[in-house]
């Protein structure tokens, strides 16, 4: 079974800071992949990031990246540069890769909140 | 436009009528789901399929069916709705397979309201 923690419920954070935001998980598959979705307050999913198990660097999509250290079971978010439009919730989640189970398991969110 | 389907977007029951979420891709992802959001619990999945004719039971099952007898259609069937299933629901659809991402995409959400 998978399991994913984000231990922030919420965080502000100043306009141009950057912001970490922590996920950790639990899986018995060696291969796995890991996504970061947003939530703005309209409500559509918007898919950031992704990180391959195997992925020898971290991830990064433009003023997102991921900080994955595997023996930590860590798959932190960074955003950068902060702006008022990252006030969002922020989703991790992840997919088991190996065996037949296609699931993609999310965490409990963490609101973003960007003051000017 | 390419994309998830979702509809309704809001509805109203009264407890134990039934309904159906409708749910259409036209990526033809393999891949289809139905999620439950509720505040502070993320999303939880509720049942999902790796093709046509092939379901399986995710989280949070209870009270919910589906069915899959297209690569298009995923719908949702609440039978006896409960005040429990107030919420908003989410299909999201990807491609198999174990290249890098194939990240899900999301309908628009329906939120459903059981009196």
């Known amino acids: 079974a998978q399991k994913i923690t984000q231990t922030q419920p919420g965080m502000f954070v100043q306009e141009k800071e950057a912001v970490t935001l922590d996920c950790t998980y639990d899986t018995s598959d060696p291969s796995y992949g890991l996504f970061w979705y947003k939530q703005p307050s309209s409500g559509e999913m918007i898919f950031l990031i992704y990180q391959g198990s195997y992925d020898q660097q971290n991830a990064t999509e433009g003023r997102y990246s991921l900080n994955f250290q595997k023996a930590r079971k860590s798959a932190n978010l960074v955003i950068s540069a902060s702006q008022l439009g990252d006030s969002a919730m922020y989703f991790c989640?992840?997919?088991?890769?190996?065996?037949?189970?296609?699931?993609?398991?999310f965490g409990a969110g963490t609101t973003v909140t960007v003051r000017a | 436009n390419a994309g998830v389907t979702q509809t309704p977007k809001f509805q109203v029951l009264k407890t134990g009528q039934s309904m159906t979420l409708q749910c259409a891709q036209d990526?033809?992802?393999?891949?289809m789901s139905w999620y439950r959001q509720d505040p502070g619990m993320g999303l939880r999945l509720i049942h999902y399929s790796v093709g046509a004719g092939i379901t399986d039971q995710g989280e949070v099952p209870n009270g919910y069916n589906v069915s899959r007898s297209t690569t298009e259609d995923f719908p949702l069937r609440l039978l006896s709705a409960a005040p429990s299933q107030t919420s908003v629901y989410f299909c999201?659809?990807?491609?198999?397979?174990?290249?890098?991402?194939?990240?899900?995409?999301f309908g628009a959400g329906s939120r459903l309201t059981v009196l």
């Open positions: 990526m033809n992802h393999e891949y």
């Open positions: 989640a992840m997919r088991g890769e190996t065996s037949n189970d296609y699931k993609l398991s």
């Open positions: 999201a659809s990807s491609y198999l397979g174990l290249a890098g991402g194939n990240d899900l995409t």
